[in-house]
Each structure stands twice: as structure tokens, then as C-alpha cells.
């Protein structure tokens, strides 16, 4: 049987890394206080997160921050949707009313679903093997740089 990272258009330790982090990044929000759901289940209030750090987020404190978040909000990644049993790639840019944190953020979740969920085996996103290459690499670069901004989740994080 082929290596299930044989066809994927991103570094399978790049891809291995972020989608880590971004694990235990949701169980940190989660154990550090952002956690919504009931008896029947869990999940990380991304949202609720993105609003609690935004006047803290500053791109501009590191050159790889402000260029990530640069990228991901003006080359955001597309979203897979489904036409007539075809799945195609949608343009989606973020919601301009929302804060700065929280877009960025949404843009770091559509790339790991992407990731996660098979799109980046896929044509045509699948080849586009730079952009998909950076944007794992910027949306790594945010959730280290976000995990920071909240004591409890850091704390979560490295614990």
C-alpha cells in the first residue's frame, strides 16, 4: 500500500506539525477555558478565543507574524463545496465585519480542514503546491503566535 502522503501537496512533516499543534491548540482552548458545547459533546470556541486576544493580536511584532497574516487574509485558502455530486473550490474570503484575530483564525481552521479532510489531494487546489505549502507554513506560524496571547491556554498548551 502507497504512503498516504505520497500525492499530498505539502511536506508531510510540515503537514505532521501543524496538524500536532493544532491539535493540542484545541485542546488548550478547550482545558483553558474556551470550550463550548453540552453533555453530548465538546468543542473549542475558536470564535470566542479570537475575540478575547484581538486587542492583543499584533501581526506586527515579528516579520513572519505580519507576513502570514498578511497572506492568509489576502490569499485565503478556498473551501471545497459540492455542485451537482462535484466537488469544485469556492473563493471565500473571510467576513470583513469581523475582527482581525477572528478572520485570521477562520482562515487557519479552513486550512486545516482543507489538510485534514483530503482537499489537498485534489485538483485544482491540490496543485497549486507552493500556495498550499504556504499556507501550512503561515497558518503554523498564527497558532503559535496566538497560543501566546492567552495565559490559561499557554498554559494548557505546555502543560
Known sequence: MASPFQQLNVDPQLACEFLGVFARCEFALKAGGFAQ???NGVNANWDLFAQTIDGHFDPTQSDDLSHAV??????PPRKQILINNHIEWRDAAPDANLTRAERVLLMVRRVRNNLFHGGKFLAPEGAENDRDQLLVQHSLTVLRACILLSAQVTA???H
Request: proline share 0%; net charge negative.
Open 70 to 75: 498578511e497572506y492568509l487574509l489576502n490569499h
Open 156 to 158: 494548557a498548551y505546555e
Open 37 to 39: 458545547g453540552d453533555a
